[in-house]
């Protein structure tokens, strides 16, 4: 009944209230140079959005950030925060985002004003938007790919699914294009890989000279009733390792900070890592890129796949183990081989991943 309620009270922000504001700000003109990064799932500008938002300050755009944690704020705090992103928004050149932002599809936009998915993960692993009924609740009434132009994913065997996923019509299947995606440039920068490993070993020493393991999981069930699957099997795993062994956790911002051990971004911990554990998380396509092993840990396989669903195979990532009795051999297994099937990953899932993403997306996108 509360998040009923709430949707509604959304639903009517969503058609009432921002079209209103965006209306009357449409009486000033499109700022030429104006460019907007905006997300409502976090305090800080999200990784996605970090290369094409540095892109763009260097070269002098006016470059405004509309970024909040929205369960976080106040009902007044929201009105404020919606309240200045639609005025933005009405004069905006270009708009990006990296997730659901719904205020971006309240209502009709302007011509001169270009708004870009830099969708958050690589590949296509578990079943999102439309395709999965954690994500878009079935009382929203409404397309969360209204206004975008254009939608950047990893590769072009990633690009039917997304099309699929978001319900484009043959008018709209365009949007969805191969550009590469943004944050997977610094995987080519061996200084960034430098000084990733500088600062896990100088922040927290007691990860030096050891075996390292990091186990980062996905949530289950949506963003406001996350919850964890997994954690005893890894507790059980800690106790059996040798001492020249330690495991970083790094849990999704949904779930409870209280077991995260590092506080480094998880994807500048992919160059530390000797072996990634996680479950049906895209982190696998980016750690991929080292070519390092991973363990697909999954206790609740059957379960999820048969819920929630996936589009590939995920043996195809790593090995899978669902018997939490037999993560402490295969991590033994895993240790100090290169990985045949993280390089075919990288190949096939993230194949327009070469580095230079985020300047052919910028380009694309003024070109629109």
Known sequence: ?????KQRLKNILNKVYLPFIYKISTFKPIVPGRVIFADSNTDDLPDSMELVYKNYLEKGYDVRLWVKDIRKLSFFGLFKFLTGFMADYATAEYVYICNYFLPVTSC????????????????????????????????????????????????????????????LGDKEKEIVKATGVSRTDRFFDREFENSCKKELYDGYPEFRNKKLILWAPTFRGNASQARLVGEKGIEELIKKLPDDWAVIIKLHPHMKESL????????????????LITDYSSLCFEYAFYG???????????????????????SEAGEVVTDPDKLYSACMDAYGRKSEKSRRLAEKYCASCDGHSTERIIKIAGEL
Request: aromatic residues 12%; proline residues 5%; contains cysteine.
């Open 108 to 167: 009709g936009k302007r011509k001169g004003t270009k708004v870009i998915q830099l969708w958050h993960s690589c590949g296509m692993l578990k079943k999102f938007a439309y395709d999965a009924k954690e994500d878009i609740s079935s009382l929203y009434h409404g397309s969360v790919t209204k206004n975008i132009d254009l939608i950047t994913v990893s590769a072009p065997c990633c690009v039917p699914v997304f099309q699929k996923a978001f319900r």
């Open 292 to 314: 390092k092993p991973m363990i697909i840990y999954a206790p609740d396989f059957k379960e999820y796949t048969q819920g929630r669903g996936l589009y590939m195979d995920i």
């Open 1 to 5: 009944m509360k998040n009923s309620i």
């Open 260 to 275: 995260t051990n590092c506080k480094m971004p998880t994807y500048r911990l992919f160059a530390c890592a000797d072996i």
